[in-house]
């Protein structure tokens, strides 16, 4: 299984930044993350496919720049055009997916080993 965080991207970002640096960043991700899928499911149910990639960079860029390389996998999967993946299903995968990133993040941000 994959973990839902690179220890060597989050863990780096823990090591060296004072801790309530790394909170705030951790915390800042989390309302970057809300915004983003809220903004996916809207834009899916509205049918604009444009908005829903748009919003599938945004959180593709967010996950990579904190080592939550399994949600930016899947958020540049459903930037593709091509890709078959039913939206319904996509957006349960990345709910999935940010929640364990979230999980593991916090745990990184209280102390732990990622």
Same mark, same amino acid.
């Given at each position: 299984?994959? /973990?839902?965080?690179? =220890?060597?991207? @989050?863990? *780096?970002?823990?090591?060296?930044? /004072? ?10 991700f989390e309302?970057? +993350?809300? %915004? ?9 149910? #509205? $049918?604009? =496919?444009?908005?829903?990639? %748009?919003? #599938?960079? $945004? +959180?593709?860029? @967010? ?11 899947? #958020?540049? *999967? ?7 993946? =039913?939206? *319904? *299903? ?11 990133? +979230?999980?593991? +993040?916090? @745990?990184? @941000?209280?102390?732990?080993? /990622?």
């Open positions: 299984m994959t /973990p839902a965080i690179d =220890p060597e991207v @989050a863990g *780096q970002l823990a090591a060296e930044l /004072p801790r309530d640096v790394f909170i705030g960043i951790v915390k800042t309302e970057d +993350l809300a %915004r983003l899928v809220r903004q996916m499911v809207e834009a899916a149910r #509205a $049918g604009r =496919p444009e908005d829903y990639r %748009r919003a #599938a960079h $945004g +959180l593709a860029g @967010a996950a990579g720049s904190i080592g939550a390389k399994s949600l930016e996998a899947l #958020a540049r *999967q459903a930037m593709r055009s091509d890709d078959a993946t =039913p939206v *319904q *299903q996509m957006l349960t995968e990345v709910g999935q997916e940010a929640r364990a990133a +979230l999980t593991a +993040l916090s @745990a990184l @941000a209280a102390g732990a080993a /990622p």
